[in-house]
Protein backbone atom coordinates (compact mmCIF):
# COMPACT_ATOMS: atom_id res chain seq x y z
CA UNK A 1 0.00 0.00 0.00
CA UNK A 2 1.48 3.67 -0.74
CA UNK A 3 -0.09 6.99 0.21
CA UNK A 4 -0.83 9.63 -2.23
CA UNK A 5 -1.75 13.16 -1.84
CA UNK A 6 -4.56 14.33 -4.65
CA UNK A 7 -6.61 17.09 -5.78
CA UNK A 8 -10.48 16.90 -7.19
CA UNK A 9 -13.02 19.23 -8.39
CA UNK A 10 -16.07 18.13 -6.04
CA UNK A 11 -19.88 17.77 -7.86
CA UNK A 12 -20.55 21.75 -6.44
CA UNK A 13 -17.06 22.34 -8.36
CA UNK A 14 -15.31 23.57 -4.94
CA UNK A 15 -11.70 22.16 -5.26
CA UNK A 16 -10.98 19.59 -2.57
CA UNK A 17 -7.24 18.27 -1.59
CA UNK A 18 -6.70 15.27 0.58
CA UNK A 19 -4.49 11.95 1.19
CA UNK A 20 -5.35 9.06 0.44
CA UNK A 21 -3.70 4.75 0.74
CA UNK A 22 -4.42 2.82 -2.35
CA UNK A 23 -2.63 0.27 -3.82
CA UNK A 24 -1.66 2.27 -7.09
CA UNK A 25 -2.46 5.18 -8.15
CA UNK A 26 -5.17 3.88 -10.78
CA UNK A 27 -6.99 2.66 -7.41
CA UNK A 28 -6.69 6.66 -6.33
CA UNK A 29 -8.49 7.82 -9.54
CA UNK A 30 -11.07 5.18 -9.50
CA UNK A 31 -12.31 5.73 -5.76
CA UNK A 32 -12.25 9.81 -6.60
CA UNK A 33 -14.44 9.08 -9.54
CA UNK A 34 -16.62 6.55 -7.47
CA UNK A 35 -17.16 9.62 -4.98
CA UNK A 36 -18.62 11.60 -8.34
CA UNK A 37 -15.10 14.11 -7.95
CA UNK A 38 -13.59 14.48 -10.81
CA UNK A 39 -9.31 13.82 -10.44
CA UNK A 40 -6.96 16.96 -11.33
CA UNK A 41 -3.82 14.82 -10.18
CA UNK A 42 -2.72 12.39 -7.54
CA UNK A 43 1.13 12.01 -6.26
CA UNK A 44 2.55 9.65 -4.45
CA UNK A 45 4.42 10.70 -1.50
CA UNK A 46 5.56 7.34 -0.05
CA UNK A 47 4.77 4.04 2.04
CA UNK A 48 0.72 4.03 3.91
CA UNK A 49 1.21 3.72 7.16
CA UNK A 50 -1.11 0.57 8.64
CA UNK A 51 -4.77 1.27 9.07
CA UNK A 52 -6.57 2.07 11.79
CA UNK A 53 -8.05 -1.06 11.88
CA UNK A 54 -4.35 -2.80 11.54
CA UNK A 55 -2.84 -0.62 14.29
CA UNK A 56 -4.00 -1.94 17.34
CA UNK A 57 -1.64 -5.34 17.31
CA UNK A 58 -3.50 -8.43 18.63
CA UNK A 59 -6.66 -7.04 19.91
CA UNK A 60 -7.69 -5.84 16.75
CA UNK A 61 -9.10 -9.25 15.90
CA UNK A 62 -11.86 -8.23 18.58
CA UNK A 63 -12.05 -4.76 18.00
CA UNK A 64 -12.15 -3.77 21.42
CA UNK A 65 -9.82 -0.80 21.49
CA UNK A 66 -11.56 2.51 22.61
CA UNK A 67 -13.09 5.02 20.27
CA UNK A 68 -11.92 3.60 17.27
CA UNK A 69 -15.82 1.38 18.20
CA UNK A 70 -18.35 2.87 16.04
CA UNK A 71 -20.51 5.88 17.59
CA UNK A 72 -24.15 3.62 18.20
CA UNK A 73 -26.24 5.83 20.23
CA UNK A 74 -24.70 8.94 17.95
CA UNK A 75 -26.22 7.49 14.85
CA UNK A 76 -29.36 6.31 16.37
CA UNK A 77 -30.16 9.65 18.09
CA UNK A 78 -29.30 11.43 14.63
CA UNK A 79 -31.46 8.75 12.79
CA UNK A 80 -34.08 9.53 15.42
CA UNK A 81 -34.09 13.21 14.78
CA UNK A 82 -33.46 13.53 10.84
CA UNK A 83 -36.91 11.12 11.28
CA UNK A 84 -38.60 13.53 13.23
CA UNK A 85 -38.24 15.76 10.58
CA UNK A 86 -35.36 18.24 11.53
CA UNK A 87 -32.72 19.61 9.49
CA UNK A 88 -29.00 17.74 9.74
CA UNK A 89 -27.61 21.02 11.40
CA UNK A 90 -30.50 21.65 14.01
CA UNK A 91 -30.14 17.83 14.76
CA UNK A 92 -25.96 17.94 15.27
CA UNK A 93 -26.53 20.88 17.22
CA UNK A 94 -29.36 19.49 19.81
CA UNK A 95 -27.20 16.08 20.49
CA UNK A 96 -24.06 18.83 20.77
CA UNK A 97 -26.35 21.04 23.53
CA UNK A 98 -28.02 17.72 25.32
CA UNK A 99 -24.83 15.93 25.57
CA UNK A 100 -22.44 18.08 27.63
CA UNK A 101 -19.14 16.47 27.97
CA UNK A 102 -20.33 13.28 25.91
CA UNK A 103 -18.16 11.50 23.31
CA UNK A 104 -21.32 11.83 20.87
CA UNK A 105 -21.36 15.54 22.34
CA UNK A 106 -17.68 16.32 21.29
CA UNK A 107 -18.37 14.55 18.12
CA UNK A 108 -21.38 16.33 17.06
CA UNK A 109 -19.76 19.86 17.62
CA UNK A 110 -16.74 18.69 15.15
CA UNK A 111 -19.16 17.23 12.66
CA UNK A 112 -21.33 21.04 12.52
CA UNK A 113 -18.04 22.91 12.61
CA UNK A 114 -17.15 21.52 9.41
CA UNK A 115 -20.87 21.05 7.66
CA UNK A 116 -20.97 24.84 8.31
CA UNK A 117 -17.58 25.40 6.61
CA UNK A 118 -18.86 24.12 3.53
CA UNK A 119 -18.58 20.64 3.52
CA UNK A 120 -20.71 17.59 3.77
CA UNK A 121 -21.70 15.68 6.28
CA UNK A 122 -20.37 12.30 5.07
CA UNK A 123 -17.00 14.18 3.79
CA UNK A 124 -17.17 15.74 7.84
CA UNK A 125 -16.76 12.33 8.81
CA UNK A 126 -14.36 10.92 6.76
CA UNK A 127 -11.86 12.83 8.95
CA UNK A 128 -12.85 11.23 12.17
CA UNK A 129 -10.55 8.68 13.49
CA UNK A 130 -11.98 5.08 13.91
CA UNK A 131 -12.05 1.95 12.26
CA UNK A 132 -15.31 1.97 11.46
CA UNK A 133 -15.63 5.15 10.38
CA UNK A 134 -14.57 4.69 6.64
CA UNK A 135 -17.47 2.22 6.13
CA UNK A 136 -20.02 5.17 8.03
CA UNK A 137 -19.04 7.89 5.87
CA UNK A 138 -19.11 5.64 2.68
CA UNK A 139 -22.24 4.96 3.36
CA UNK A 140 -23.60 8.38 4.41
CA UNK A 141 -22.02 9.47 1.08
CA UNK A 142 -24.54 6.81 -0.64
CA UNK A 143 -27.58 7.91 0.94
CA UNK A 144 -26.39 11.85 0.52
CA UNK A 145 -26.42 11.19 -3.17
CA UNK A 146 -29.57 9.16 -3.18
CA UNK A 147 -31.62 11.26 -1.30
CA UNK A 148 -32.46 8.74 1.23
CA UNK A 149 -30.09 10.25 4.30
CA UNK A 150 -32.94 9.10 7.01
CA UNK A 151 -33.58 6.04 5.70
CA UNK A 152 -29.52 5.47 5.36
CA UNK A 153 -28.69 6.39 9.01
CA UNK A 154 -31.31 4.23 10.48
CA UNK A 155 -30.41 1.01 8.93
CA UNK A 156 -26.47 2.37 10.19
CA UNK A 157 -27.97 2.58 13.72
CA UNK A 158 -29.30 -1.43 13.58
CA UNK A 159 -26.27 -2.67 11.89
CA UNK A 160 -23.89 -0.68 14.15
CA UNK A 161 -26.06 -1.78 17.54
CA UNK A 162 -25.85 -5.24 16.04
CA UNK A 163 -21.89 -4.80 15.57
CA UNK A 164 -21.95 -3.89 18.94
CA UNK A 165 -24.77 -6.50 20.69
CA UNK A 166 -21.64 -8.83 19.14
CA UNK A 167 -18.87 -7.22 20.76
CA UNK A 168 -20.87 -7.21 23.94
CA UNK A 169 -21.15 -10.82 23.82
CA UNK A 170 -17.73 -11.64 23.14
CA UNK A 171 -16.27 -9.54 25.90
CA UNK A 172 -18.50 -11.41 28.59
CA UNK A 173 -17.07 -14.19 27.45
CA UNK A 174 -13.37 -13.32 28.13
CA UNK A 175 -14.61 -11.82 31.18
CA UNK A 176 -14.01 -14.68 33.56
CA UNK A 177 -11.00 -16.07 32.27
CA UNK A 178 -9.30 -12.85 32.38
CA UNK A 179 -10.29 -12.51 36.17
CA UNK A 180 -9.23 -16.15 36.85
CA UNK A 181 -5.87 -15.74 34.80
CA UNK A 182 -5.16 -12.01 36.56
CA UNK A 183 -6.19 -13.29 40.30
CA UNK A 184 -3.97 -17.27 39.58
CA UNK A 185 -0.64 -14.74 38.45
CA UNK A 186 -1.11 -12.26 41.21
CA UNK A 187 -1.45 -15.17 43.76
CA UNK A 188 1.85 -16.75 42.41
CA UNK A 189 3.76 -13.71 42.61
CA UNK A 190 2.27 -13.38 45.81
CA UNK A 191 3.47 -16.50 46.92
CA UNK A 192 7.07 -16.30 45.48
CA UNK A 193 7.93 -12.85 46.29
CA UNK A 194 6.46 -12.82 50.22
CA UNK A 195 5.38 -16.27 51.43
CA UNK A 196 8.68 -18.33 50.21
CA UNK A 197 11.32 -16.00 51.71
CA UNK A 198 9.93 -16.67 54.89
CA UNK A 199 10.65 -20.40 54.29
CA UNK A 200 14.12 -19.57 52.54
CA UNK A 201 15.13 -18.21 56.20
CA UNK A 202 13.97 -21.19 58.28
CA UNK A 203 15.75 -23.45 55.67
CA UNK A 204 19.39 -21.71 55.87
CA UNK A 205 20.43 -23.28 58.58
CA UNK A 206 19.49 -26.47 58.00
CA UNK A 207 21.90 -29.36 57.58
CA UNK A 208 20.22 -31.68 55.17
CA UNK A 209 20.00 -30.93 51.14
CA UNK A 210 16.59 -29.59 50.80
CA UNK A 211 14.56 -31.28 48.03
CA UNK A 212 15.42 -30.77 44.60
CA UNK A 213 11.95 -29.25 44.05
CA UNK A 214 11.99 -26.68 47.37
CA UNK A 215 15.55 -25.59 45.85
CA UNK A 216 13.88 -24.29 42.54
CA UNK A 217 10.96 -22.95 43.59
CA UNK A 218 13.55 -21.10 46.58
CA UNK A 219 15.90 -19.95 43.73
CA UNK A 220 12.68 -18.96 41.41
CA UNK A 221 11.70 -16.90 44.39
CA UNK A 222 15.58 -15.24 44.69
CA UNK A 223 15.20 -14.13 41.11
CA UNK A 224 12.21 -12.80 41.24
CA UNK A 225 13.39 -10.86 43.92
CA UNK A 226 16.43 -9.78 42.87
CA UNK A 227 15.50 -9.35 39.19
CA UNK A 228 11.98 -7.95 39.11
CA UNK A 229 13.13 -4.55 37.81
CA UNK A 230 14.97 -6.34 35.03
CA UNK A 231 11.91 -8.57 34.10
CA UNK A 232 9.51 -4.85 34.74
CA UNK A 233 12.31 -4.03 31.89
CA UNK A 234 11.97 -7.04 29.87
CA UNK A 235 8.44 -6.46 29.52
CA UNK A 236 8.27 -2.93 28.26
CA UNK A 237 11.48 -3.53 26.34
CA UNK A 238 9.37 -6.72 24.36
CA UNK A 239 6.25 -4.68 24.33
CA UNK A 240 7.52 -1.86 22.51
CA UNK A 241 9.94 -3.86 20.00
CA UNK A 242 6.10 -6.01 19.45
CA UNK A 243 4.78 -2.81 18.91
CA UNK A 244 7.54 -1.70 16.51
CA UNK A 245 7.50 -5.32 14.71
CA UNK A 246 3.66 -5.37 13.90
CA UNK A 247 4.11 -1.62 12.47
CA UNK A 248 6.14 -2.43 9.80
CA UNK A 249 4.47 -2.90 5.96
CA UNK A 250 3.51 -6.69 6.22
CA UNK A 251 3.67 -8.20 9.43
CA UNK A 252 0.46 -7.01 11.04
CA UNK A 253 -0.78 -8.86 8.07
CA UNK A 254 1.51 -12.17 8.68
CA UNK A 255 0.57 -12.22 12.03
CA UNK A 256 -3.13 -12.46 11.43
CA UNK A 257 -2.56 -14.81 9.07
CA UNK A 258 -0.77 -17.18 11.99
CA UNK A 259 -3.91 -16.32 14.21
CA UNK A 260 -6.28 -17.18 11.83
CA UNK A 261 -4.46 -20.94 11.09
CA UNK A 262 -3.43 -20.82 14.59
CA UNK A 263 -5.56 -24.56 16.43
CA UNK A 264 -8.26 -23.35 18.47
CA UNK A 265 -8.70 -19.46 18.20
CA UNK A 266 -7.80 -19.61 13.99
CA UNK A 267 -11.66 -20.57 13.53
CA UNK A 268 -12.72 -18.72 16.34
CA UNK A 269 -10.58 -15.26 14.55
CA UNK A 270 -11.86 -16.58 11.27
CA UNK A 271 -15.78 -16.07 11.88
CA UNK A 272 -15.33 -13.25 14.18
CA UNK A 273 -13.51 -11.20 10.72
CA UNK A 274 -15.65 -12.93 8.31
CA UNK A 275 -19.43 -11.78 10.08
CA UNK A 276 -17.37 -8.07 10.00
CA UNK A 277 -16.21 -8.22 6.23
CA UNK A 278 -19.93 -9.30 5.39
CA UNK A 279 -21.95 -6.91 7.40
CA UNK A 280 -19.60 -3.60 6.45
CA UNK A 281 -20.28 -4.58 3.07
CA UNK A 282 -23.80 -5.43 2.91
CA UNK A 283 -23.97 -1.98 4.16
CA UNK A 284 -22.19 -0.45 1.98
CA UNK A 285 -23.56 -2.45 -1.28
CA UNK A 286 -27.11 -2.41 0.22
CA UNK A 287 -27.39 1.25 0.25
CA UNK A 288 -26.38 2.29 -3.32
CA UNK A 289 -21.80 1.95 -2.66
CA UNK A 290 -19.99 0.68 -6.02
CA UNK A 291 -18.59 -3.11 -5.12
CA UNK A 292 -15.07 -1.31 -5.54
CA UNK A 293 -14.98 1.02 -2.99
CA UNK A 294 -16.81 -0.61 -0.86
CA UNK A 295 -14.24 -3.81 -0.94
CA UNK A 296 -11.41 -0.44 0.09
CA UNK A 297 -13.95 1.08 2.81
CA UNK A 298 -13.84 -2.75 4.03
CA UNK A 299 -10.53 -2.98 3.95
CA UNK A 300 -9.87 0.12 6.36
CA UNK A 301 -12.71 -1.64 8.69
CA UNK A 302 -12.58 -4.59 9.31
CA UNK A 303 -9.74 -5.15 12.20
CA UNK A 304 -7.48 -7.72 10.72
CA UNK A 305 -4.20 -7.66 8.51
CA UNK A 306 -4.76 -10.56 6.40
CA UNK A 307 -8.34 -10.09 5.49
CA UNK A 308 -7.53 -6.18 5.03
CA UNK A 309 -4.41 -7.04 2.68
CA UNK A 310 -6.67 -9.81 0.53
CA UNK A 311 -9.46 -7.34 0.19
CA UNK A 312 -6.75 -4.51 -1.26
CA UNK A 313 -6.13 -7.39 -3.67
CA UNK A 314 -9.58 -8.40 -4.36
CA UNK A 315 -10.47 -4.75 -4.65
CA UNK A 316 -7.83 -4.13 -7.72
CA UNK A 317 -9.20 -7.46 -9.34
CA UNK A 318 -13.00 -6.35 -9.10
CA UNK A 319 -11.81 -2.92 -10.79
CA UNK A 320 -10.40 -5.05 -13.80
CA UNK A 321 -13.41 -7.19 -14.19
CA UNK A 322 -13.43 -10.33 -12.09
CA UNK A 323 -15.99 -11.59 -9.80
CA UNK A 324 -16.07 -11.01 -6.18
CA UNK A 325 -16.25 -14.63 -4.56
CA UNK A 326 -13.33 -16.48 -6.41
CA UNK A 327 -10.74 -13.25 -5.88
CA UNK A 328 -12.07 -13.95 -1.77
CA UNK A 329 -10.79 -17.40 -2.16
CA UNK A 330 -7.63 -17.04 -3.54
CA UNK A 331 -5.76 -17.58 0.32
CA UNK A 332 -8.02 -19.48 1.40
CA UNK A 333 -8.47 -17.37 4.59
CA UNK A 334 -12.33 -17.19 4.93
CA UNK A 335 -14.51 -19.68 5.71
CA UNK A 336 -15.66 -21.83 2.14
CA UNK A 337 -19.24 -21.59 3.41
CA UNK A 338 -19.20 -17.45 3.20
CA UNK A 339 -17.49 -17.62 -0.20
CA UNK A 340 -20.24 -19.96 -1.57
CA UNK A 341 -22.84 -18.21 -0.79
CA UNK A 342 -21.21 -15.00 -1.49
CA UNK A 343 -20.81 -16.20 -5.01
CA UNK A 344 -24.58 -17.67 -4.80
CA UNK A 345 -25.57 -14.22 -4.47
CA UNK A 346 -23.61 -12.38 -7.28
CA UNK A 347 -25.18 -15.11 -9.62
CA UNK A 348 -28.50 -14.52 -8.87
CA UNK A 349 -28.41 -10.26 -8.48
CA UNK A 350 -28.91 -10.58 -4.64
CA UNK A 351 -25.61 -10.04 -3.23
CA UNK A 352 -26.17 -7.56 -0.78
CA UNK A 353 -28.61 -9.61 0.33
CA UNK A 354 -26.44 -12.17 0.52
CA UNK A 355 -23.66 -10.49 2.59
CA UNK A 356 -26.52 -9.78 5.36
CA UNK A 357 -27.68 -13.52 5.62
CA UNK A 358 -24.03 -14.21 5.70
CA UNK A 359 -23.34 -12.18 8.42
CA UNK A 360 -26.34 -12.75 10.22
CA UNK A 361 -25.07 -16.62 9.80
CA UNK A 362 -21.52 -15.75 10.91
CA UNK A 363 -22.60 -13.34 14.01
CA UNK A 364 -24.28 -16.72 16.05
CA UNK A 365 -21.55 -18.86 14.72
CA UNK A 366 -18.91 -16.25 16.40
CA UNK A 367 -20.70 -15.81 19.11
CA UNK A 368 -20.87 -19.78 19.20
CA UNK A 369 -17.16 -20.22 18.77
CA UNK A 370 -16.44 -17.87 21.34
CA UNK A 371 -18.65 -19.55 24.10
CA UNK A 372 -16.75 -23.07 22.79
CA UNK A 373 -13.73 -22.04 23.51
CA UNK A 374 -13.80 -20.35 26.66
CA UNK A 375 -15.49 -23.47 27.48
CA UNK A 376 -12.16 -25.61 26.85
CA UNK A 377 -9.91 -22.91 28.00
CA UNK A 378 -11.49 -22.11 31.33
CA UNK A 379 -11.12 -26.07 33.05
CA UNK A 380 -7.80 -26.00 31.36
CA UNK A 381 -6.79 -22.68 32.99
CA UNK A 382 -7.98 -23.53 36.46
CA UNK A 383 -5.87 -27.44 35.96
CA UNK A 384 -2.21 -26.07 34.94
CA UNK A 385 -2.37 -22.89 37.45
CA UNK A 386 -3.74 -25.13 40.17
CA UNK A 387 -1.27 -27.34 39.53
CA UNK A 388 1.50 -24.62 39.61
CA UNK A 389 0.39 -23.86 43.35
CA UNK A 390 0.00 -27.32 44.44
CA UNK A 391 3.87 -27.33 43.48
CA UNK A 392 4.80 -25.01 45.09
CA UNK A 393 2.78 -25.96 48.39
CA UNK A 394 4.62 -29.53 47.80
CA UNK A 395 8.08 -28.11 47.45
CA UNK A 396 7.59 -26.03 50.57
CA UNK A 397 5.66 -28.76 52.59
CA UNK A 398 8.32 -31.40 51.43
CA UNK A 399 11.44 -29.55 53.13
CA UNK A 400 9.11 -28.54 56.57
CA UNK A 401 8.11 -32.10 56.99
CA UNK A 402 12.09 -33.35 55.93
CA UNK A 403 13.39 -30.44 58.74
CA UNK A 404 10.83 -32.39 61.46
CA UNK A 405 12.03 -35.80 60.64
CA UNK A 406 15.92 -34.58 61.15
CA UNK A 407 14.35 -33.53 64.69
CA UNK A 408 13.40 -36.19 65.69
Known amino acids: MARFRYKSVLPDGAVSEGEMEAPDRDAVVA ?11 ADEIGPGPAPMATRRGWRGWLALSGRSRPPVTFMRQLATLLGAGLSLDRALGMIAETGGRDPDAALSRRLLDRIRQGQ ?7 F ?15 GEASG ?10 RELE ?22 AALSIVLLLTFVIPEFE ?20 ARFMREW ?6 GVVVAWIAGRIALGRPGMQARFDRMLMQAPLIGPVTARIVTERMARTLALLVGNGVALPEAIGTAADAVGNGAVSALLRRVETRVREGAMLAPSLDEDHLLPALAVRLIAVGEQSGRLAEM ?9 EESALAVRRLMGVLEPVLILVLGMIVAAIIYAVLSAVLGLNQLAL
Request: glycine letters at 4%; charged letters at 15%; aromatic letters at 4%.
Open 228 to 233: SWALGL
Open 120 to 126: SFSRALA
Open 355 to 363: LEKVAEIYE
Open 31 to 41: RLQAANQVPIR
Open 128 to 142: EPGAALPAIAATVRA
Open 201 to 220: ALFAGAAAELPAATRIVIGT
Open 162 to 183: MARRIRQQINSALTYPAILLTV
Open 148 to 157: TLTLVLERLA
